[in-house]
């Protein structure tokens, strides 16, 4: 009996071990089902045979602006949709927060800005970014086509939020899905996320 407050905390310290990395590359992504912009509804394991980019975004964010009106989101958006990548864009603030959009909003900012993801998920609950441990705008994903998380981290290699580093930054996304396709190791699976922090209810 002297010894179930150990095995009780050890057993806690495992489960919290593995809470904390819940999401880790190397390991198959999270399914969900989230709802678009549009209405309409989507599951990870619909895509199944695809390459997944998951994008979490917040036009209110300094760091989301500086690739949304430098182009480079939506250039990236179109030249991998394009080779037949799943692109989805997250939006997980919270209703009040900044980045929040109602559907009709995100459609009209996305006419707007010119931007072509597959689709933009809202997700006011925080739920999806929760499970996939989202933390910054952006935290970008990658998922191959057996549905295992092969890239999570940062856009790029250059942690701010000025435009002009753009053009000579290595774009990590690119980088992994150039790989991939290629049937080449990645070479670069993680990267620490930089960007405002995601606005999730009660933070």
């Not at 495992?14 to 989507?42: I, Y």
């Not at 030249?79 to 939006?91: A, F, I, Q, R, S």
């Not at 996305?110 to 006011?124: R, W």
């Amino acid at each position: 009996m002297r010894h179930l407050p150990i095995l009780t905390i050890a057993a806690l310290c495992a489960a919290l071990t593995l809470s904390a990395w819940a999401v880790k590359v190397g390991d198959p992504a999270p399914d969900f089902t989230a709802t678009d912009s549009n209405g309409q509804t989507h599951k990870l394991s619909e895509y199944r045979g695809k390459f997944v980019v998951l994008e979490w975004t917040n036009n209110g964010c300094p760091y989301t602006r500086k690739h949304y009106t430098s182009g480079n989101m939506q250039n990236l958006q179109k030249e991998w949709t394009t080779k037949g990548v799943v692109w989805l864009t997250v939006l997980s603030s919270s209703p009040g927060a900044q980045g929040y959009m109602t559907a009709s909003a995100e459609n009209s900012y996305i006419q707007q800005v010119h931007a072509s993801p597959t689709a933009a998920l809202l997700d006011p609950s925080g739920a999806l970014g929760h499970e996939y441990e989202a933390r910054t705008t952006p935290d970008m994903y990658v998922i191959d086509p057996a549905g295992k998380l092969i890239y999570s981290g940062a856009i790029d290699d250059h942690p701010n939020d000025d435009p002009s580093d753009i053009p000579h930054s290595k774009n990590y996304v690119s980088a992994a899905l150039t790989e991939a396709m290629s049937g080449q190791p990645i070479a670069i699976a993680y990267t620490r996320p930089y960007g405002c922090s995601v606005k999730y209810h009660g933070d």
